[in-house]
């Protein structure tokens, strides 16, 4: 099986050890460890990884577990062109070796797809806080791209080598690295293979160095970014459209479609701006994302005119049902624009 085994490591315990002699001794030969910038007192688990035949690559300094995994999958790429691709595994010992060898094998059968070692959260022994980071992850994770995925923070991943390039041009050097290249592949339209594996936690995940703010601030960044501009978007547009409806036109549907069509044209042109050199950061800024913007913005604000002044009959506030109408839009308009307006030419890519 030309499976590479790819495993970051930073400050590791004998568990490395002992997950790469396993994996040895169960077939997997092609083993490659990523020192992340360990302290030196960790080097004698490196050394004792070299002798049991794995290949040892270093960070001078800790550049995070995104940065360690391109690291290792570059290394693939350049020099082992018979290998069909890589598993990523964590250091700690949470993914057992006959896990990390049915997730190779599941890599072999569909060379095309990435596979996910997926746990079960449901039982005692998963911490608190593990078991709701990953409903939460998994629940925005769905709502940007539509794809249902039940472990959506495993480290247990098996990427093929057509998919290396694109996990080289995924943004993220650390824990964001493997939602945003998960995002990227569901996208994409690339199959996700999952294979069951147990759910190990060895002492309450101490061992972890996830940071619970810092890491999840980073894995959501972007979502989080689109959030705060559609927010002040709406604030600024809920504002105009009451002050032109409610003191200027008062009651009459044509008023309302002006009304929402001047606050919209503003709030537009900032939320543009704002998305695409703050959230989206488009690495090429062109005319043609402002025609497709204005193309997208003027479909959906016919939308949200049309139904405002179809549901004016209803007997609440004239705003509120703009709001109820712009927070359903609001959805729609985060995926094409990250798929079709601001997207990244390297995501195309398998």
């Avoid at 080097?43 to 300094?61: M, N």
């Avoid at 990523?88 to 990390?100: E, M, R």
């Avoid at 200027?248 to 503003?266: E, L």
């Amino acid at each position: 099986m030309e499976v590479v085994v790819l495993i970051p490591a930073l400050n590791p315990d004998d568990s490395l050890c002992k997950t790469v002699r396993e994996c040895i001794s169960l077939g997997l030969r092609h083993v490659i460890v990523v020192d992340d910038g360990s302290a030196p007192e960790y080097q004698f688990v490196f050394d004792k990884v070299l002798e049991l035949g794995a290949k040892v690559l270093r960070h001078a300094q800790n550049k995070g577990k995104g940065a360690a995994l391109k690291t290792g999958i570059q290394e693939v790429a350049q020099n082992a062109p018979e290998a069909e691709g890589v598993v990523t595994a964590d250091a700690d010992g949470q993914h057992s070796p006959s896990d990390i060898l049915a997730v190779a094998q599941a890599l072999v059968d569909h060379p095309d797809s990435l596979v996910l070692g997926v746990r079960d959260f449901s039982g005692d022994a998963v911490p608190a806080r593990s078991r709701f980071g990953n409903r939460l992850t998994a629940g925005i994770f769905f709502l940007l791209t539509g794809t249902a995925c039940s472990d959506t923070q495993t480290g247990l991943r098996g990427i093929p080598r057509a998919m290396f390039d694109a996990a080289l041009h995924t943004n993220g050097e650390r824990y964001d690295f493997e939602m945003n290249m998960l995002i990227d592949v569901a996208r994409s339209r690339h199959a996700i293979v999952s294979v069951p594996i147990q759910t190990i936690y060895l002492d309450g995940n101490v061992s972890s160095h996830f940071r619970v703010v810092r890491d999840s601030v980073l894995i959501y960044q972007q979502p989080l970014k689109y959030l705060a501009v559609a927010l002040s978007s709406f604030v600024i547009d809920l504002g105009l459209f009451a002050v032109l409806s409610g003191k200027v036109f008062v009651g009459s549907a044509a008023g309302i479609w002006f009304s929402n069509i001047a606050a919209r044209c503003v709030s537009g042109l900032y939320n543009f701006r704002m998305n695409q050199t703050w959230c989206f950061q488009a690495k090429r800024r062109t005319m043609m994302q402002f025609v497709k913007y204005v193309v997208l913005f003027v479909c959906v604000m016919l939308v949200s005119s049309a139904a405002v002044s179809l549901l004016r009959v209803l007997p609440c506030p004239l705003t509120l049902t703009k709001a109820v109408v712009d927070t359903v839009l609001f959805f729609v308009n985060y995926q094409v624009q990250k798929r079709w307006i601001f997207a990244d030419p390297q995501e195309d890519k398998p």
